[in-house]
């Protein structure tokens, strides 16, 4: 089967004034369609840029980024606005919902944004879905502010999943979460992934987020440094991943 | 680095929203300082009016009655103790040139012919000669004219000169040249000097028209009026100071000096909105610095220094750029001060102390708007400030409290800076106007979320994401969307307001004219024109005049008060079916005043004297004699004279013992289906006999003209407070998208597209134009019927001003989807990158 997403010798260079910074430094890698794959790596190290530019949120420097087949690395701003509302969902550390609007608008998002009718058909369905699946039922007409953490956390990725993306992006997304809510969390995702068949790409600094996926590519100073392979593990143990961090001296 | 230089900084990092604040500071004080500049302008030019019109003279005792102060009248000012000179002169208006009762001849522009003794004159005023020389003898055949009639004319020294006068014209030599426009005020450069006995002859006059004293040393004008009252037993007169003619003067202005201060202070009122929320929102923006600040050990005091040095930046920068818009503003104004009363006010040179007031105004209510901002800045708590941005619905509640102190800071520095000659009542109704703006402002925050949904509706079913986020941007700091919108509101109801009462006295105008002039056509004279002259009848021979009446106005002294009053032939009126009578029998009354020893009163004169139908009114004629005249009606509107309505009078009266002696303006009226031919023949007659005839409805134009000139720069300067707004709804929107900067990336992360962050933006410029323009209306009605009502003016009749309200909604709409573009191509710029990472 053809990987869903590419990267192909991919650099990012940031200009700062006068001076400039490379954030990435030449990388390769290829996500199987449903896998969960962790981007791994120390703060600065360059994996959240690595994943705007997968994700269509930014453009490369040089290289390219392959989606389904199609290289979106210098898409216009239309095409890369519609590859975020139908083809990714985002999921980010600071939960990022809309104040004004409540759970059930804000999981709507996208297809409020696309112009669609959300309070009818298979919308409505999908949107009712999602919401069971993050296990926000009865709590849809709050806004975000009457929300807890962990709350909010989901119904970002209610509205990350609702879609039906070919691929979930998350950033930290257990960053401003405590450890049980952001286990919750991480369970949410992995069962999207495995009993729906969902890709997911995770960028995370620690260990225990990472031992869910099923690959993990460690990126250090823009360079992947190494790609730990996990394989699938329903109980998401941390143990073997971070023997072989040691190894690489992470 | 001190804290002031942060501050400075502070303001750097946004220079946009530095810049416009500093133009809405800058606006607000140019308006003001020109204002002020005109109001000097207008009191240096009614000094120098005084100056032009009395010279040195202490005093002067100026005929009442229209055969003037006779000789004795002038002997017993000359006898009066404390008197040193007395120089009568006399003073008409008339032309130059052949006769103008002969056929053909050219009828050229007016003059105005003063008589003088020339050597008591000389002592009184003082006469700038460019060639020639100066009158003599009271009795030789010699003129001086003024430089302008003299290139105007082509006279030169020497020329001989036709004075048309009451009977043949007198011929004159110039033998003097006075520099420029001369000293004669109204004259408008066109200015003859001659001895007064050649005056008198030539207009056939017996008394003079007034005489101007100068007191010895040491002698008090109170004194020598008191003498005077007890002397001039002969005939009524006028007495009056150089400090009475300047009063006049300024009174003429006034109202116009009062609607400017006004509007100015308006300007004022909504560009210290714009200070308060530029103020306000760096110090929300800047919360994190601040409680560093706080935090690293700086105290409430700095944190105060720190906003007010920032405040004082703008506020000097803002008011410096002012003074320059107020220079430009001012000329404009003066130009319509000319324009309006014919008064030299002139705004050619920097005035010092307006400079200063406006500068000082501008930077205190800059502080003033800063006084909040910069309390909630020191309120900041260091842990708070660092936990999250300061958004406390108190911070709402202490802004609107503030707003009330602002305007009551504004109110008195506007009160302070208020033009004299405006006098109190203009100040009355400015407060009055000023406080329901303020209650409108302060209403503000609580009907905008219905108003916004009410009329956000229509634009949900094109543009439903945008519309709802819109309008819960504009819901986020309700106090900023109120002041924002506050100082939109008052901008358009300023508009409506004036085009309200513009139309109104438009209305007015019209209204009374054709309510009480008796014909189509106006025909006016220079001189009066006696019953036994022809004019009359050869303008009632020509073919399509139906009728010619003869209408003089004159004043009146009744219990020692003047009136205006005016000769008018009742049949006439009558025929013609003018005048609305509130009082006694129509036909009755008309008939009465032409048998004699009747009059009509208006009803302001009425009301004055507290007459009614069937009271009498007893005139003083001179020389101890009065005249009684039975009240016979009471009319809604009467014919205008110089300072009111006039009472009406018989012809017989008036050409009989009041001593009108002759008509000043005829109306004339067509036969029904007279083509313009008839027009045509009548206003050829009207110029071979040196009238001037006019349409009435051009008179009404030429009314409702002067109305709109003055209207249109209150228009114009109500146009600098939407400005102001629109500036303010930049920065507000501006702000709106710095503050939602995540959010736009959020949602640019998740699929919006460029155009459609931008629209939000648009959207929500347009959900506050058209609340902006609803309450504009609503309150500029309200603030319209508070003008009309204390000017006496609201009546149903008025109508509402809808072009007014056109306007105002065209200005709401398109000035904050015009504020609305950078903001909006900011929202569309935003770097989703860049913006998720920002918290």
Not at chain 2, 112 to 119: A, D, F, Q, R
Not at chain 2, 455 to 470: N, W, Y
Not at chain 2, 615 to 628: K, Q, R
Request: charged share 20%; hydrophobic share 50%.
């Amino acid at each position: 089967m053809p990987p869903i997403l590419e990267a192909h010798d991919l650099t990012k260079r940031f200009e700062l004034g006068e001076s400039s910074v490379e954030a990435l430094k030449g990388v390769s890698l290829a996500v199987q369609p449903g896998e969960f794959v962790a981007l791994m790596g120390p703060s600065g190290s360059g994996k959240s840029t690595l994943l705007q530019l997968l994700g269509g949120l930014d453009q490369p420097t040089t290289g390219a980024v392959v989606f389904e087949g199609e290289d979106i690395s210098h898409l216009s701003d239309d095409d890369a606005t519609r590859l975020r509302r139908e083809r990714t969902g985002f999921v980010f550390q600071a939960f990022n919902l809309i104040p004004l609007l409540n759970v059930r608008e804000n999981i709507a998002l996208p297809f409020t944004i696309a112009g669609q009718d959300t309070s009818r058909g298979e919308l409505r369905d999908r949107i009712r879905e999602v919401i069971t699946l993050v296990e926000l039922e009865g709590k849809e007409r709050h806004r975000p502010d009457q929300l807890s953490a962990g709350e909010q956390q989901r119904v970002a990725v209610a509205r990350a999943l609702v879609t039906r993306p070919s691929v979930l992006l998350a950033d930290e997304p257990t960053g401003n979460l405590d450890y049980t809510t952001g286990g919750e969390l991480l369970d949410a995702l992995w069962k999207s992934c495995d009993s729906a068949g969902q890709t997911v790409v995770l960028v995370t600094h620690d260990a225990r987020a990472a031992a869910y996926a099923d690959r993990v590519f460690v990126i250090r100073d823009g360079r992947i440094r190494d790609e730990i392979d996990l394989g699938r593990r329903p109980d998401h143990s941390a143990a073997p991943l971070i023997a072989r961090l040691a190894q690489v001296g992470l | 680095m001190g804290l002031d230089r942060l501050a400075w900084r502070i303001l750097a990092a946004r220079p946009l929203r530095t810049l416009l604040t500093t133009l809405g500071v800058a606006l607000g004080v140019g308006v003001l300082s020109s204002s002020l500049a005109m109001s000097a302008g207008i009191e240096a030019a009614v000094d120098r009016t005084v100056r032009d019109v009395v010279g040195s003279a202490d005093l002067r005792v100026a005929a009442f009655l229209e055969g003037g102060l006779s000789e004795a009248t002038v002997e017993a000012i000359r006898m009066t103790d404390g008197i040193e000179v007395a120089a009568p002169s006399i003073e008409r208006r008339t032309f130059l040139g052949a006769p103008v009762t002969s056929a053909g001849a050219e009828a050229r522009e007016a003059v105005t012919v003063v008589g003088i003794e020339p050597v008591a004159w000389s002592r009184l005023h003082e006469l700038e000669l460019v060639a020639g020389a100066r009158l003599a003898r009271i009795d030789e055949p010699s003129a001086l004219i003024t430089e302008s009639l003299a290139e105007a004319d082509g006279y030169i020294l020497g020329s001989e000169l036709r004075i048309q006068g009451h009977d043949q014209p007198t011929t004159l030599r110039v033998i003097g040249i006075i520099a420029g426009p001369g000293p004669v005020a109204g004259a408008a450069g066109r200015a003859v000097i001659v001895p007064v006995d050649v005056a008198r002859s030539a207009f056939g006059l017996e008394g003079v028209t007034r005489v101007d004293i100068g007191l010895a040393d040491g002698v008090s004008a109170r004194d020598v009026a008191e003498r005077l009252a007890e002397r001039l037993t002969l005939e009524p007169y006028v007495l009056s100071s150089p400090a009475d003619l300047a009063e006049g003067l300024r009174a003429s202005t006034a109202d116009f000096q009062a609607t400017t201060a006004l509007v100015a202070a308006i300007v004022l009122f909504v560009g210290s909105f714009l200070i308060v929320n530029t103020l306000s929102m760096t110090v929300g923006e800047r919360a994190r610095e601040v409680g560093l600040l706080r935090a690293a050990g700086a105290t409430r005091a700095q944190v105060v220094r720190f906003v007010l040095a920032g405040a004082l930046v703008i506020g000097i920068a803002g008011s410096a750029f002012g003074l320059v818009l107020g220079l430009l503003l001012g000329s404009l104004m003066a130009g319509s001060v000319r324009a309006l009363t014919g008064f030299p006010a002139e705004v050619s040179s920097l005035n010092a102390g307006s400079l200063a007031v406006a500068f000082l105004v501008g930077v205190a209510i800059t502080i003033a708007g800063a006084v909040e901002p910069a309390i909630q800045a020191a309120r900041i708590s260091p842990v708070e400030a660092l936990r999250a941005r300061l958004d406390l619905p108190a911070t709402r509640r202490a802004r609107l409290g503030w707003l009330a102190l602002v305007f009551v800071a504004v109110a008195i520095l506007a009160l302070l800076a208020w033009p004299p000659a405006a006098g109190a009542t203009g100040a009355d109704r400015a407060l009055g106007v000023y406080a329901v703006l303020l209650a409108a402002t302060l209403a503000t925050p609580f009907v905008l979320p219905p108003l916004a949904r009410i009329l956000g509706s229509p634009l949900a079913a094109f543009v439903r994401l945008e519309e709802r986020l819109a309008r819960g941007s504009l819901a986020r700091d309700r106090s900023r969307t109120a002041l924002t919108l506050g100082a939109l509101v008052v901008g358009l109801a300023m508009i409506v307001a004036l085009g309200w009462t513009a139309q109104a006295a438009r209305n007015a105008a019209t209204a009374w004219l054709a309510d009480v002039v008796p014909g189509d056509e106006v025909v006016t004279s220079i001189r009066p024109i006696g019953p036994g002259e022809a004019i009359r009848g050869q303008l009632a021979a020509i073919e399509g005049v139906r009728s010619v009446t003869p209408i003089a106005t004159f004043d009146l002294a009744i219990r020692g008060l003047r009136f205006d009053a005016a000769a008018i032939v009742g049949a006439d009126f009558l025929a013609d079916g003018r005048l609305t009578f509130i009082d006694g029998e129509r036909a009755a009354a008309l008939r009465a005043l032409d048998v004699g020893g009747a009059a009509i009163l208006p009803l302001p004169a009425a009301e004055r004297l507290g007459l009614g139908v069937g009271d009498t009114i007893s005139l003083a004629l001179g020389a101890g004699t009065t005249l009684d005249l039975r009240v016979v009606g009471v009319v809604e509107r009467s014919i205008p004279g110089d300072g009111g309505e006039a009472i009406l009078v018989g012809w017989r009266d008036a050409s009989g013992p009041i001593g009108v002696p002759g008509a000043d303006v005829f109306a004339v009226r067509f036969e029904d289906g007279a083509g313009p031919a008839a027009r045509e023949a009548l206003e050829t007659a009207a110029r071979d006999a040196a009238l001037e005839a006019n349409p009435l409805s051009r008179v009404q134009g030429a009314v409702t003209d002067a109305l709109g000139r003055v209207f249109g720069l209150f228009d114009a300067l109500a146009l600098v407070a939407v400005l102001v707004a629109a500036l303010g709804i930049v920065n507000t929107l501006a702000m709106g998208v710095v503050e939602r900067v995540h959010e736009i990336g959020v949602l640019r992360a998740i699929g919006m597209t460029r155009r459609q962050a931008s629209r939000m933006v648009v959207v929500e410029a347009t959900i506050l134009g058209l609340v902006g323009a609803v309450l504009g209306a609503v309150v500029g009605l309200g603030v319209g019927a508070v003008l009309l009502f204390l000017s006496g003016g609201l009546v149903a009749s008025a109508g509402l001003p809808w072009a007014s309200i056109a306007i105002a909604a065209v200005l709401g709409l398109a000035g904050p989807a015009i504020a609305a573009w950078y903001p909006s191509r900011l929202a569309s710029r935003v770097s989703i990158v860049r913006a998720l990472k920002f918290e």
